[in-house]
């Protein structure tokens, strides 16, 4: 079961209606438990009842959450509210990394340098992933810089080169990437495919499609490669 979050709702790649999931949500009808493998538990909508949450999920059969940046100025939150649920239930992971719709203001180098953390003695505050990052090519993001085609290619270009540094990232320390790619599907798999075409095979990180919405046959094609062990994540 794939899965993944906004935070509050937690999202099944199933064809179950709503009465199932809840039914199904119960830790001893998911042997193991589930892990969210991507949240944007930093935000300040979960300030003021963050712990809550987290116990909300540990009834309903979460065991781990895979918290995402944006940027590199989340950093802080992150580490202080995996901290305060530390004795619970339910395990925080901690990935750092630049949102493509981020890229114009985030500093990339940044948050590349947050994920070098081998000094970090305490293991839960240790990047175990690289992301949030990809690209996003939805119109509105596009035109950032403008309603020209040079002004869109260049958001692109700027959006290749911070993917392109977070997939270099993940080479050199061994972690997953964690992937956003609306209205960019197969053009983001292309691209990290091609971007480790020259790593060898037993250096090439996994990677993890969250909430992909492409195309089916562009996800099927991905998975079934032996060259780049690709993973999705589809919202119903």
Known sequence: VSTQSTGKQIALETTMDAAQIES???TDRVPGGLIDCHAHLSWPEFAD?????IERAAQRGVVGVLMVSMDEKERPVMRERALSVRSGSVRIALAFGVHPIAVPDADVAATVGQLDDADERDALLRATG?????LDYTPRHLKVRGDSAEDQESVKAAQHAALAAQINAAVSTG????????????????FISERLESV?????????????GGKAKYAVAAAARDDVDFYFSIAP
Do not use: Q, W, Y
Request: with cysteine; net charge neutral; glycine share 10%.
């Open 130 to 134: 690289v992301g949030e990052c990809g």
């Open 175 to 190: 972690l997953t990437l964690n992937v956003h790619s609306r209205s960019a599907g197969h053009h983001t798999i292309n």
């Open 24 to 26: 199904a949500l119960v």
């Open 200 to 212: 060898p095979r037993e250096k090439r990180p996994h990677v993890l499609m969250h909430a992909f």
């Open 49 to 53: 009842d963050f712990g809550e949450l």
